[in-house]
C-alpha cells in the first residue's frame, strides 16, 4: 500500500507542477489553477498519512512514545489532507454554482425587464 502511496504522491507533484508551469494557458487558468494546487497538497498530505498508517510498533521502538507521536501525526495529517483537498473541490462546485444561479437570476430579471 506504500506504494501505491509514493506513487499517488509522485503523481500529484507532477500535477501540481504542470499546473504551476502552464499557469497562463487557458484551459488552465480557466480551471482555477489556485484551487487546484490546494487539492493536489491536500491528496498528497492525505497519501502520505497512509504511508504513517503502515507503520507499527517494531519499526519505532527506539523512542518510547514513538508510536504514540506517529499515531497522533497521522490523524492530523489526513484530517487537515482531506479538509485541503475537499474544501478545494467544495469552493469550485460553490462557484459553478453561484454563476449558474446568477445566470438564471439576471434571465428573469431581463424577461420582467421587457
Request: proline content about 2%; charged content about 15%.
Amino acid at each position: 500500500m506504500c506504494i501505491v502511496s509514493a506513487v499517488g504522491i509522485l503523481f500529484a507533484v507532477v500535477c501540481l507542477a504542470v499546473n504551476i508551469r502552464n499557469r497562463n494557458r487557458r484551459f488552465i487558468r480557466l480551471s482555477a489553477p489556485n484551487l487546484n494546487n490546494i487539492s493536489m497538497v491536500g491528496i498528497s498530505i492525505c497519501l502520505f498519512s497512509i504511508i504513517l498508517l503502515g507503520l507499527d510498533n517494531r519499526l519505532l521502538h527506539q523512542h518510547p512514545n514513538g508510536f504514540t507521536y506517529v499515531c497522533k501525526v497521522r490523524a492530523w495529517l489526513l484530517t487537515l489532507g482531506f479538509t485541503l483537498a475537499y474544501g478545494a473541490m467544495f469552493a469550485k462546485v460553490w462557484t459553478v454554482h453561484r454563476l449558474a444561479t446568477k445566470a438564471k437570476k439576471d434571465a428573469k430579471v431581463s424577461e420582467f425587464v421587457k
